[in-house]
């Protein structure tokens, strides 16, 4: 059997090459072992979900900024108002490459083979900003929200955010399998649309929105990854029946409800 260079999408237990997980997939796994076996091992696919494309729109933005400083080899005027001028937004042969989610299993992207496993890691990240007194690299991640409580400040409280954390995680231990110098200190830089401004949105010649910005360290916990890239691996081959999907999860919330509704009459 001819089998392809590449090992992604459904598994292939006999394919001997590295099984490529993008960030996401792995995030699947941590938040639902099921709804990651139904995907990986069944080949079953997920309803889609809209793009968030004004959360996407600040992240094309917040990048055209800090690349002409790239390209000058200086640090942002926002960074030097918070006392941060020896950040500088980090240059590198392959940086353009790190920012690219999509393939990210090619050569000069953000990724890593973890020989444990035989599992290929890697996705793409927003920043990287060099540290010129410490030598380091920062990871940073672009985050766009509006708060809806006015004078509520943004923070990484709240599950839901344990999942930003551990995308940065991920990164810091792929960068550093790479052989790179990183942080454990990353950068989550928030733009919060201020809906309880008194400017006004619709103004002479275009509708401007508002943006409160805030600049949040994280310390990153790298602890927990070869151990759930482990358990992936186990689950993988395990070629058992499906796990039971987490209580959290509303796929298994809204399965579990069809299925106690089809001895129902409609």
């Not at 069944?42 to 917040?62: C, H, K, Q, R, Y």
């Not at 999942?163 to 231990?173: H, N, P, S």
């Not at 790479?178 to 008194?198: H, M, P």
Request: glycine share 6%; hydrophobic share 35%.
């Amino acid at each position: 059997m001819n089998l392809p260079k590449r090992h992604r999408g459904k598994y292939n237990p006999a394919h001997p090459a590295p099984y490529e997980l993008s960030r996401s997939r792995i995030e699947n796994f941590v938040k639902c072992e099921a709804c990651f076996y139904l995907q990986q091992v069944e080949g079953v696919n997920f309803p889609s979900i809209p793009g968030f494309n004004i959360n996407e729109a600040t992240d094309v933005l917040l990048k055209k900024d800090f690349d002409e400083c790239r390209e000058k080899g200086i640090s942002h005027p926002f960074l030097n108002r918070l006392g941060k001028g020896h950040l500088i937004p980090y240059s590198h042969e392959n940086f353009t490459l790190w920012t690219q989610s999509l393939h990210f299993g090619a050569e000069g992207r953000l990724n890593t083979v973890h020989e444990a496993s035989n599992l290929k890691i890697g996705g793409g990240l927003d920043d990287v900003w060099f540290n010129k007194e410490t030598k380091e690299l920062h990871v940073v991640d672009y985050k766009s929200t509006s708060t809806k409580a006015k004078g509520k400040s943004v923070s990484l409280s709240g599950w839901w955010k344990n999942a930003y954390k551990r995308q940065m995680d991920l990164y810091v231990w792929v960068l550093r399998r790479l052989g790179l110098e990183v942080s454990n200190i990353g950068y989550f830089l928030y733009c919060d649309a201020d809906r309880f401004t008194s400017a006004p949105f619709l103004r002479e010649g275009a509708a401007l929105m508002d943006f409160k910005v805030s600049l949040l360290d994280y310390s990153v916990d790298c602890s927990w990854i070869e151990p759930t890239l482990m358990a992936i691996r186990k689950l993988l081959d395990s070629r058992l029946s499906c796990p039971k999907h987490d209580e959290k999860c509303e796929y298994g919330k809204f399965l579990r409800e069809c299925e106690a509704s089809v001895s129902r009459p409609l």
